[in-house]
């Protein structure tokens, strides 16, 4: 089945500065990569996705990557903010329905 | 804005009981799931549910799970005879078709359940 792996697994930037988080999968019949915001306490929050036709999209501050020869897509945050801070996960789409997910990448942006 | 609401937000039980988490997706959609997240760890699918039956289950949806849509409204996740190794943040997600632009998935906050 799917396997999703992510890196890295803790991030702090400095507010203003980028970050980039990376995911790795392995089913090369899975079609669409979202990512997930989770806040303390919170259900994960989707933030933007991008299906395996295309290469690249962007949403303000926010940009995905896909590469799918190498099977891997990468979340990009420019001009980080504090409120930036929380969990992100990455995740495949496998199977009828299913969401395989990244083990989670903490970002602290710190002012 | 619509959104996926879970009740209650805290479940405590007892090793041995059965419990029952709710949720109510968003009004026209049509595929429901629950996942779970246990502390500390990544999001893992349990269950996907669809035109009133079970579509796709992970391993982990073993016997002692059941899910339901009792009505129009609601969708059940029951488990029959708690483990404490069941304690999880439960989510349920709701989306609306199967459409180019992906299942896009929609997280309830979650069901904070432990078993002592």
């Known amino acids: 089945g799917e396997n999703v792996e992510q890196h890295p697994s803790t991030l702090s930037v400095q507010e203003g500065d980028s970050a980039v988080i990376k995911c790795t999968y392995s089913?090369?019949?899975?079609?669409?990569f979202p990512w997930y915001k989770q806040e303390l306490g919170k259900g994960p929050q989707l933030i933007i996705d991008?299906?395996?036709?295309?290469g690249e999209k962007k949403d303000q501050r926010i940009a995905v990557t896909l590469n799918k020869t190498a099977k891997h897509f990468s979340l990009h945050i420019t001009e980080t903010q504090p409120e930036d801070s929380a969990v992100y996960f990455c995740a495949a789409r496998t199977g009828f329905q299913k969401l395989v997910f990244g083990t989670g990448t903490r970002l602290l942006v710190s002012p | 804005e619509p959104e996926v609401t879970q009740t209650p937000s805290h479940q405590v039980t007892q090793m041995g009981q059965e419990v029952i988490l709710r949720c109510v997706p968003i009004s026209n959609h049509l595929y429901f799931y629950w996942y779970r997240q246990i502390l500390g760890q990544k999001v893992e699918f349990l269950v996907s549910f669809y035109n009133n039956e079970i579509s796709e289950k992970s391993e982990i949806f073993d016997d002692q799970f059941s899910v339901e849509r009792p009505d129009g409204s609601n969708f059940t996740l029951k488990i029959r005879s708690t483990k404490l190794e069941d304690s999880a943040m439960y989510f349920c997600a709701s989306s609306d078709r199967i459409s180019d632009r992906g299942p896009e998935a929609f997280f309830g906050q979650g069901t904070r359940l432990t078993v002592v």
């Open positions: 089913d090369s019949a899975s079609n669409y």
């Open positions: 991008i299906r395996s036709n295309v």
